[in-house]
């Protein structure tokens, strides 16, 4: 294994922070690209669009927030692991100390590289004694450069510096046939992208700019800047506020009061906002109601159990799948790594219950199993999968007042 940087002989590893740390050139990602809308749009631009912000949060928390398992096929089920492997528990060190990221902050930076960039990396600065990796270090997209070798098969380099392919974790989003890297979703909607920060701007700027007048006062006579003063200062004294709501107003001398509405056309912009808001939920696969665009019916289903549900299968399984697949290539052969969703499909505490009922009717779920679910300490006896729902456990101890294996007291 060949690493451009010395590791010490210690329980924690040493880091190189100046190998992955910012560049004083700027990068493919800094360099803004001019859209048609005169607005440049890259990676930091983009995100000063709410809807992408909250597109990408919402899929990157959401990734981050999952718990995740290493698992192993027994008896043709995957069970967990007795003894979870750091590379699953504590990726990237954040458990032992502060100076590196916890699993959670590390998988998010993951996301939401891929999410911006269409891929994401890591590259493996400690292993165990069998060579297994126990810590990642997550890189910045434009630090990373991926070319093929004469068979066709990745290399890397972090700035400039050779990475063994074995230390190397890449998540790549959706890519081209052939392609070694992921398409950047804000690449190819950088136009739309633009517009919608151009709508933003023009909002910003209408409002800011004063072009909002409720109304001008208009008179016949020449008026000096003094007069003129005194004259708004009168009328605002006797219309502004709450106690003048209804008050009468009365203009002498010719002048007029002409109230100043915004014109259709340049009211367009909530409209242009609204679409923009849209069109990003396309682009990531998210709910429109997720984003605040609840002024519409949604086919994602009926109730947050529904939505949940349709969310899971529709635009998170793929990135959960992404993520397994990259945990799963570190861990040793027949191991796999499994993110739990149950979280998300979490129903109300009624609909819950009621499957509980069913699954035990079933056979299914042992109490026990249920009560885990619930967050809840196992019971004795909670393990029999054939303890009926209305009497005591198959198992029961007679003399605990239970009723005995085998059928019902019998009478002296």
């Known amino acids: 294994m060949r690493l451009p940087w010395k590791r010490r002989e210690s329980a924690e590893e ?7 740390g910012d560049s004083s050139i700027p990068t493919n990602g800094q360099l803004a690209h001019l859209t048609a809308s005169g607005v440049p749009v890259n990676d930091q631009a983009a995100m000063k669009l709410i809807a992408v912000y909250a597109s990408v949060r919402i899929i990157a928390n959401t990734i981050a927030t999952l718990p995740m398992q290493a698992m192993q096929l027994r008896d043709s089920v995957l069970t967990p692991l007795d003894r979870q492997p750091t590379i699953v528990v504590d990726p990237f060190g954040g458990a032992i100390t502060a100076r590196w990221l916890s699993r ?92 919608g920060l151009a709508a933003q701007e023009f909002g910003a700027e209408f409002f800011g700019g004063g072009a909002h007048l409720s109304g001008v006062i208009t008179t016949d006579a020449d008026l000096d800047r003094a007069a003129a003063r005194r004259m708004k200062e009168a009328w605002e004294a006797s219309h502004t506020g709450l106690k003048n709501a209804h ?20 009211a367009q912009f909530l409209g242009t906002r ?33 939505q949940s549900i349709g969310f899971l299968a529709y635009t998170m399984a793929d990135w959960l799948t992404m993520f397994q697949d990259a945990w799963t290539g570190m861990l040793p052969r027949g191991q796999s790594a499994l993110i739990d969703t149950t979280e998300l499909q979490r129903t109300d505490t009624a609909g ?41 456990h198959s198992g029961a101890d007679p003399s605990a007042g239970g009723t005995p294996e085998g059928g019902p007291d019998e009478q002296p």
């Open 352 to 392: 819950r219950m009621a499957g509980y009922v069913q699954a035990r009717t079933a056979g299914i779920l042992t109490q026990n199993e249920a009560r885990a679910k619930e967050r809840l300490r196992p019971i004795p006896g909670g393990d029999d999968i054939n303890a009926p729902l209305n009497s005591a």
């Open 247 to 266: 008050a009468v107003g009365i203009l002498s001398g010719g002048a007029k009061w002409t109230q100043i509405t915004v014109p259709p056309e340049d």
């Open 274 to 306: 609204a679409a923009a808001n849209l069109e990003m939920a396309m682009l990531y696969g998210i709910p429109p109601h997720m984003l605040g665009q609840v002024d519409r019916t949604t086919s994602w289903g009926t109730g947050i159990e529904q």
């Open 14 to 20: 040493s880091r190189a922070i100046p190998l992955f």
């Open 104 to 195: 959670r902050d590390g998988i998010k930076q993951l996301a939401v590289s891929c999410a911006l960039r269409g891929n994401g990396y890591a590259v493996v600065t400690a292993r165990d004694s069998l060579m297994r990796p126990t810590r990642l270090m997550v890189c910045h997209p434009d630090h990373v450069q991926v070319d093929t070798d004469d068979g066709g098969g990745r290399t890397y380099k972090v700035n400039r510096q050779p990475i063994d392919t074995a230390d190397m974790v890449h998540i790549i989003g959706m890519s081209m046939p052939g392609d070694v890297v992921g398409m950047s979703p804000i690449a190819y909607a950088r136009q739309a992208i633009g517009l």
